[in-house]
């Protein structure tokens, strides 16, 4: 089985996401950028990193923070998200099961899959995060997405584009490969993603069904 995370992956909402989400922590007096939110977040549970600033901080978040960042992603993915180029001609070719684990809520999993029109190779085998007890780097929601398909973690394959993701994977005793293709990877994307444990990376989902069947011995 092959697990895909979401953000970053299938859909190139790095870019997108962390602009929206350090505009709303700017607007309730937390001067949060982009960047920082990019290299302290991503890949992880947007509970987690709410957590993590409240405590960084020492103040709490307003009322309703969670849930307006939430509407706001939500709206702009409607109308702006992109698939990752060649996310669907990947998908196309891929037999076997395969299905979705992300940090993000499964309403948004769902909007990101809808919008692009990625939903239809996945339905319905989505996982959140949010339904696991700890998210991103621990195992859990890897594991949960095994689990539920009924596969063992040694037989599956984890598609993955952070540092957090790639040490899910190998904490949860999966393969990983890394993708380093998307719009908000950088230079060094790569040698991240290899010293957190990926045993490949790619730059271009093309090469994603190579890179699978050098895996599997084919």
């Given at each position: 089985?092959?697990?895909f995370d ?14 929206i989400v ?11 950028t982009p960047d920082?939110?990019?290299r ?6 947007p509970?987690?990193m709410?957590?993590?600033v ?6 709490k ?14 709206c702009?993915?409607?109308?702006e998200?992109?698939p990752?180029h ?15 684990a992300?940090s ?7 909007v990101?899959l ?8 996945f339905e319905?085998n989505l ?6 007890r700890n ?7 890897l594991?949960?997405a ?22 899910a ?21 790569s040698?991240?993603?290899r010293a957190?444990g990926a045993?490949?990376v ?9 890179a699978?069947?050098?895996?599997r011995g084919?």
């Open positions: 089985m092959v697990i979401c953000n970053g992956v299938l859909v190139d909402s790095e870019p997108l996401a962390t602009a350090s505009q709303e922590f700017v607007r309730a007096g937390f001067p949060l920082m939110i990019a302290y977040f991503t890949g992880r549970r509970a987690d709410f957590a993590d409240e405590l960084a901080t020492g103040r978040l307003p009322d309703g923070f969670a849930a307006g960042v939430a509407d706001s992603i939500l702009r993915f409607r109308s998200l992109c990752t060649h996310a669907a001609y990947a998908l196309s070719w891929l037999r076997g099961p395969k299905c979705v992300s993000s809520s499964i309403e948004r999993i769902r990101s809808e919008s692009t029109g990625l939903i239809r190779f319905p996982f959140s995060a949010s339904d696991v998210g991103k780097p621990a195992p859990d929601l594991l949960h095994a689990g539920k398909m009924g596969v063992e973690p040694g037989a599956c394959i984890v598609v993955e584009d952070s540092p957090v993701g790639v040490t994977g190998v904490a949860a005793g999966m393969t990983v490969i890394g993708f380093a293709g998307a719009s908000h990877a950088g230079s060094d994307t040698d991240q993603l957190a045993c490949d790619i730059t271009d989902l093309r090469a994603l069904k190579r699978i069947i050098d895996l084919w």
